[in-house]
């Protein structure tokens, strides 16, 4: 069975404050694909990142910045200096083999409030 | 241009009632998948279609069809509806569906409503 716990229902946070979004997967698979999604007030999911499994170097994109744990299972999310625009639902995700392709599973978000 | 667009974009509808939503796909991707999201924002895959062939098929009730007429298109019936089928459901699609580090694209969703 395959899991994706983001503990995190809601945080809230003033404008330029630094925020780190939790993600804890289980998997028994060896071969796997991380990745967090971006729903905004909109409703749109977005894709952000995808990390693999056997690379656990750390990825930093603008403000975004993702830190990849194997050790722990933890694929955490930071926004440093938050704006609010950022303000959306947060999705950490698992990809891992499935018949005849694979199978993603969504954590169950995390929303972030980012105030003026 | 839209990448991946539904219609209707809102549905409301009573129950009993059949209701179809649409989907359509222009950037040439093999795999095309419907989930459903809850008012809690949980989002569950229900079905994936690659190459108009089924592939995920979750435990889903069999009100629910899908019927995918091309690899660009991926609809969804669902009959007799009930008042717990009131969701948004989502389209997504992704370029080959059978590597794991496809990331899927996702339409604006049909919010579904039934009273």
């Known amino acids: 069975a395959q899991k994706v716990t983001q503990a995190q229902t809601e945080i809230s946070v003033v404008e330029k404050e630094d925020v780190t979004l939790d993600c804890v997967y289980e998997?028994?698979?060896?071969?796997?694909?991380l990745f967090w999604y971006k729903q905004p007030p909109s409703g749109e999911l977005v894709f952000l990142i995808r990390?693999?499994?056997?690379?656990?170097q750390n990825e930093i994109s603008g403000r975004y910045s993702w830190n990849f744990q194997k050790s722990t299972s933890s694929f955490n999310f930071t926004i440093t200096a938050s704006q609010v625009v950022d303000s959306a639902v947060y999705f950490c995700a698992l990809s891992e083999a499935y018949t005849g392709g694979f199978k993603t599973i969504f954590g169950a978000g995390t929303r972030l409030f980012v105030k003026a | 241009d839209t990448a991946v667009s539904q219609t209707p974009k809102y549905l409301v509808t009573q129950m009993g009632n059949d209701k179809s939503i649409k989907c359509e796909q222009n950037?040439?991707?093999?795999?095309m998948y419907w989930y459903k999201q809850d008012s809690k924002k949980f989002l569950k895959i229900m079905f994936s279609?690659?190459?108009?062939?089924?592939?995920i098929n979750e435990t889903v009730p069999n009100r629910f069809s899908p019927k995918s007429p091309d690899k660009a298109h991926l609809n969804l019936h669902i009959n007799s509806l009930e008042l717990g089928d009131s969701a948004v459901y989502f389209c997504a699609s992704s370029q080959t569906g059978t590597s794991l580090l496809d990331e899927q694209y996702f339409g604006p969703g049909t919010r579904l409503t039934v009273t």
């Open positions: 998997t028994r698979d060896t071969t796997y694909y």
């Open positions: 279609y690659n190459n108009k062939e089924l592939i």
């Open positions: 990390r693999n499994s056997f690379d656990e």
């Open positions: 950037l040439g991707h093999d795999t």
